[in-house]
């Protein structure tokens, strides 16, 4: 090899085969898609990166010392089914000349195992693939100390390509996600809570070359908005960061209060989902957008049988995509495990404190409607007024500043007065001071308190504890709040 050979290294990409089927228009638009997304992605990570476009692939050269994020980086870039690293060689003509360069370079491989030469070829030559893996694989066996050739069993398979007078030997080959290119199949507005399912969905989109952009409805404070955005920061940094997108947070703390107010309780689920999908529709509206996704799963819970979500959909003029429709939960973990959200899902509350113990599960569509009249929509116009929209690579900062709410177990001095926030259920006894006041009236209930004394917010898990807190803490700056986990 050349000096230039050792300190750099050539990956092949391969489109994901729906693109090579499409027409020749659509398939040369998303292979100039592809090839605009791997461009932008990697002049970030080195100026030296060389890439070129073909009409079957695109060639990538790199520094071998950003090979390693070079190859994560592609292998995460939807519209790719395959890396491949070789070696290449120009003006290659003759078998002659290719059975001496396969061997000098491949020889290590085969010594002491059986191997097999596969060889695939494009152009004009006086010689089939057969031939050059015959002669090939001729020359080497009688250069090498090997077990010898075997056709179907071989422990070392040499896979070599000729396209017109460039030869490759191909040395590893990884999957890539699949999919189209990114941005080649317009733009959507992802409803983000931040748990399993939204994450999943979100990614299944941007793999179909969506341009996904996140919109969240805080329900739990400051700490839950962070954490959510924390989410999408992940997904877009490893699946979209070719296309820059927004992250839209919309204050929905009166507007569950609301639903309290004018809402039956078997209602409640349903009615926070329309209203999540007309507030989503406004802001879809103002940037163009045609469509929402959601992570809802047929059945999964109450507010997502058929006919309820028949009812939800009702409520948008925009189409409502649900990839995860027929998947069952361990599916669904399954894929934010190999994408790496479920980290984030497992602390990550599937926020929908509204939905009561009740919950209608075949809702009915003049009841429906009768229930949604009774709603004061000027408080959905004023949350939507209020939303604060950034673009997700300014968040990286923001996601970072979040201070934990500190946590008591020990609670015997007697000096705390326990606010057990949960909904419905009996409030908890405590050697201390106990109030009953319910997550969604904290923000009005909590300033009403004598704000001498320290308080402790209790939950069952904590989780809700430490998000209204958070939230407290960060819009109101009380700093007399904890949250009581017992032993």
């Not at 292979?31 to 970030?44: A, D, E, Q, T």
């Not at 809802?296 to 003029?317: G, H, K, P």
């Not at 980290?343 to 209608?360: R, T």
């Not at 949350?383 to 500190?406: C, Y």
Request: proline fraction near 3%.
């Amino acid at each position: 090899m050349s000096n230039e050979e050792v300190k750099t290294q050539k990956l092949i990409v391969k489109f994901f085969p729906e693109i090579m089927v499409k027409g020749t228009a659509a398939r040369r638009q998303m292979i100039g898609n592809l090839y605009g997304n791997i461009f932008k992605l990697l002049s970030r990570i080195s100026k030296d990166i060389k890439t070129r476009k073909f009409f079957d692939k695109i060639e990538v050269t790199c520094p071998l010392s950003v090979l390693p994020e070079v190859r994560t980086r592609l292998l995460d870039t939807p519209g790719i089914e395959l890396v491949l690293e070789a070696l290449q060689f120009e003006k290659i003509d003759t078998l002659e000349q290719m059975k001496v360069i396969v061997n000098e370079h491949m020889s290590n491989e085969i010594i002491g195992k059986t191997f097999v030469v596969r060889a695939k070829r494009s152009g004009t030559h006086p010689f089939k693939s057969t031939d050059m893996e015959q002669t090939i694989g001729g020359y080497m066996l009688a250069h090498n100390d090997t077990k010898g050739v075997d056709l179907r069993t071989a422990e070392v398979t040499i896979r070599i390509e000729l396209i017109h007078n460039q030869l490759s030997i191909l040395t590893k080959k990884y999957r890539g996600l699949g999919g189209f290119p990114l941005g080649s199949q317009g733009e959507i507005l992802s409803l983000m809570s931040g748990g399993f399912d939204s994450s999943v969905a979100s990614y299944l989109t941007m793999k179909r070359g969506m341009k996904t952009h996140f919109i969240f409805f805080n329900l739990g404070g400051m700490a839950h908005e962070i954490g959510v955005k924390q989410v999408a920061l992940y997904l877009w940094n490893k699946f979209g960061a070719s296309h820059r997108v927004t992250f839209t947070s919309i204050p929905f703390e009166d507007v569950v209060t609301e639903i309290f107010k004018s809402t039956h309780e078997t209602y409640m689920g349903v009615t926070l989902k329309r209203l999540m999908l007309k507030a989503s529709e406004r802001i879809a509206d103002e940037m163009k957008i045609d469509a929402l996704v959601t992570g809802e799963s047929v059945a999964q819970v109450s507010s997502q049988t058929l006919r309820n979500l028949a009812l939800i959909d009702q409520s948008t003029r925009k189409l409502v995509l649900r990839p995860l429709a027929t998947m069952n939960k361990p599916e669904i973990i399954s894929i934010a495990t190999n994408i790496g959200t479920k980290h984030f899902a497992e602390d990550m509350p599937e926020y929908c404190g509204v939905i009561s113990k009740n919950p209608v599960s075949h809702g009915s569509y003049e009841r429906m409607e009768k229930e949604s009249k009774k709603f004061d929509y000027s408080v959905l116009d004023k949350a939507v007024e209020n939303a604060i929209k950034i673009n997700v690579d300014e968040i990286a900062q923001d996601v970072q500043s979040i201070g934990l709410i500190e946590t008591v177990s020990d609670i015997s001095s007697k000096k705390y007065t326990i606010i057990d926030i949960r909904q419905d259920e009996t409030c908890i006894e405590t050697c201390c001071e106990t109030l009953k006041i319910p997550f969604y009236t904290l923000k009005r209930e909590f300033k009403k308190l004598p704000q001498d004394k320290e308080y402790l917010f209790y939950c069952d898990k904590g989780i809700l504890s430490q998000l209204h807190a958070q939230y407290l803490r960060d819009s109101e700056n009380y700093q007399n709040i904890k949250v009581y986990r017992p032993e």
